[in-house]
Structure formats: structure tokens, C-alpha cells
T-cell receptor, first 117, second 111 residues
Framework: GAVVSQHPSWVICKSGTSVKIECRSL??????MFWYRQFPKQSLMLMAT?????????EQGVEKDKFLINHASLTLSTLTVTSAHPEDSSFYIC?????????????FGPGTRLTVT | QKEVEQNSGPLSVPEGAIASLNCTYS??????FFWYRQYSGKSPELIMF????GDKEDGRFTAQLNKASQYVSLLIRDSQPSDSATYLC???????????FGQGTTLQVKP
């Protein structure tokens, strides 16, 4: 149980365009979803936390106007990277936490590798 | 002092040996602790969680927690080459409710 999917698994886009990444909890309702970014050989960096039906809370230093997060339902959250630039190239991973998966257990999606050319 | 500290390694053990991975944390109010495994190029996979002092066993994995010493460890018995990965220790912050990750320990199991 506790499966989280992400789509797409990889994407290449041109500088200046926007990219949307979807995160779905497949077998549980995710009251909270988290978005992380990971650069090569580095640890996970939390970008934002979103609760269903409310605005996302962004970590310090993360531009909310650039990384738009929508958590429209208990099973779907989206991250849109607007006006992407090469420095936004990274591995973006979502994770989900829900009441049915335990108090603080958090399950990760498979990640989306974004390359901006 | 980092909130969650792990030795980055690499920790190298022979196949069949016990691998011992350690983690210390600074938030004395933390109550929930997790171990994730991350293969290169993949996302983290939850392998163990522990909330109470003592040991918790699941197959070849044993998590150990000592809240007084603010220390959590993961033992992997009968290590296999497929266990070679980065192991991330994560602690739920008592004020934020968010997972705080250590830098991870790279484990290499040599055949």
C-alpha cells in the first residue's frame, strides 16, 4: 500500500517555457503533500508543503511565483515550474502523507527529472 | 550543529555482514523517526519507522532508538550487494511536523 505516482518521469523543455508535474496518491488520501528538489550528490531539499484545499507553504528561498503548487484534491497535487531556466534542471520528487498511512509516514513518488535547455 | 547528522561514508561491508548505520538528531522533542533507502537516480523508499525507544525488527532490518541519547540506528543483517544505496535518516521536527533529513550514508556491500 501507500503508492505515490508522478508524471512525467522525465521532461526536457526549452528555456522560458513552463512545465507541469503531477503527483498522485493511488491508494490513500493525502492530506498533505510535499515537493522536494534534489541536485546530483546532494540531499533532498524541501520546497513546499501543501494541504488539500489550501495554499501551499513555501520554504525560505523558494520563489512561490516560479513554482506554483496546487493541491486540488486529496489524491492530486501539481507543481508548475514557470519560465523554466537551465538552473531549474533538477530531480523533483513529491511525497504524500495521509491519515491512513500513519501519523507521520511519508511516501515518495518516483520523481521527475527536469532538463531545461 | 546540523539538525540530523549522519556519516556520509561510504560504509563498505562484505556480503553477508551486518551493516550498522547511525544517526543523531538535535531536536529533543522529536518523536518520529524514519529510515529511507535511495538508490542512485531514484527517489527515496521508506524502509523503517520507529516511534518508541528500543529495537524494531522487520526482516533483515532492525531500527534502534534511544531518545535520551538522541540517537537512532539501522542495522542490516546478511547484507547483500542489492543493499548498496544511500540510507537517509529522517526525523519529524517537533515544531514543524516536517521531515528533516540527514545527508545520508552511502553503503557499499561488496560480493
Amino acid at each position: 500500500g501507500a503508492v505515490v505516482s508522478q508524471h512525467p518521469s522525465w521532461v526536457i523543455c526549452k528555456s522560458g517555457t513552463s512545465v507541469k508535474i503531477e503527483c498522485r496518491s493511488l491508494d490513500f488520501q493525502a492530506t498533505t503533500m510535499f515537493w522536494y528538489r534534489q541536485f546530483p550528490k546532494q540531499s533532498l531539499m524541501l520546497m513546499a508543503t501543501s494541504n488539500e484545499g489550501s495554499k501551499a507553504t513555501y520554504e525560505q528561498g523558494v520563489e512561490k511565483d516560479k513554482f506554483l503548487i496546487n493541491h486540488a484534491s486529496l489524491t492530486l497535487s501539481t507543481l508548475t515550474v514557470t519560465s523554466a531556466h537551465p538552473e531549474d534542471s533538477s530531480f523533483y520528487i513529491c511525497s504524500a502523507r495521509g491519515a491512513t498511512t500513519g501519523s507521520y509516514e511519508q511516501y515518495f513518488g518516483p520523481g521527475t527529472r527536469l532538463t531545461v535547455t | 550543529q546540523k539538525e540530523v547528522e549522519q556519516n556520509s561514508g561510504p560504509l563498505s561491508v562484505p556480503e553477508g555482514a551486518i551493516a550498522s548505520l547511525n544517526c543523531t538528531y538535535s531536536d529533543r522533542g522529536s518523536q518520529s523517526f524514519f529510515w529511507y533507502r535511495q538508490y542512485s537516480g531514484k527517489s527515496p523508499e521508506l524502509i523503517m519507522f520507529i516511534y518508541s525507544n528500543g529495537d524494531k525488527e522487520d526482516g533483515r532490518f532492525t531500527a534502534q532508538l534511544n531518545k535520551a541519547s538522541q540517537y537512532v540506528s539501522l542495522l542490516i543483517r546478511d547484507s547483500q550487494p542489492s543493499d548498496s544505496a544511500t540510507y537517509l535518516c529522517a526525523v519529524v521536527g517537533s515544531n514543524t511536523g516536517k521531515l528533516i533529513f540527514g545527508q545520508g550514508t552511502t553503503l557499499q556491500v561488496k560480493p
